[in-house]
């Protein structure tokens, strides 16, 4: 069993890539958090088998379409902002190192080699995102590692 980070910062960019090489990427489970990030768990598979489980820290178009409200926003307000955003425009970024478990050899080497930068229509909201007091931080820690870990199927 391997764990490890990877500085990804464009998500969707990152499973074009994986998409590229033959791994199909499957979104598990997803949450949105209190400070209006994300927190997603993927599976990624090869020929059909689970090769890795990523957990995932991140900002998207939402995030920076709440941004833009008032504090006292309706709840109508908030419905319609998040429903008006363009579903082929959805940039994802990682506030954070995502973390992946793994037992093959090839994906840490596939995942080693990925280079990537912020999307430039995400660079202030991420800016605005690391510099925010309501700020979730370190979602993803060792004992994030560890739960995926005991939990990753044989």
């Keep these: 069993m391997m764990v490890g980070f990877a500085d990804v ?4 960019k990152f499973v074009e890539y994986l998409s590229s090489v033959g791994i199909d990427v499957e979104e598990y489970t997803h949450v949105v958090l209190t400070d209006s990030s994300e927190l997603e768990v993927m599976v990624c598979r090869k020929g059909g088998q689970d090769i890795a489980h990523l957990v995932v820290h991140y900002i998207d178009t939402h995030y920076a379409a709440l941004s833009k409200l008032r504090d006292d926003a309706s709840d109508r307000e908030i419905l319609e902002a998040l429903f008006l955003v363009d579903k082929k425009d959805i ?13 093959s050899y090839e994906f840490v080497r596939l995942v ?14 991420l800016e605005q995102y690391l510099s925010s007091p309501l700020t979730v931080v370190k979602i993803i820690n060792v004992d994030s590692l560890l739960t995926i870990a005991y939990n990753f199927k044989d």
Excluded: A, C
């Excluded at 910062?9 to 969707?12: A, E, F, P, R, S």
């Excluded at 940039?91 to 037992?103: N, Y």
């Design 91 to 103: 940039w994802r970024i990682p506030v954070e190192p995502l973390i992946f478990v793994t037992r």
């Design 112 to 125: 080693g080699m990925y280079r990537d930068d912020v999307p430039e229509e995400g660079k202030r909201y």
């Design 9 to 12: 910062k464009d998500l969707n």
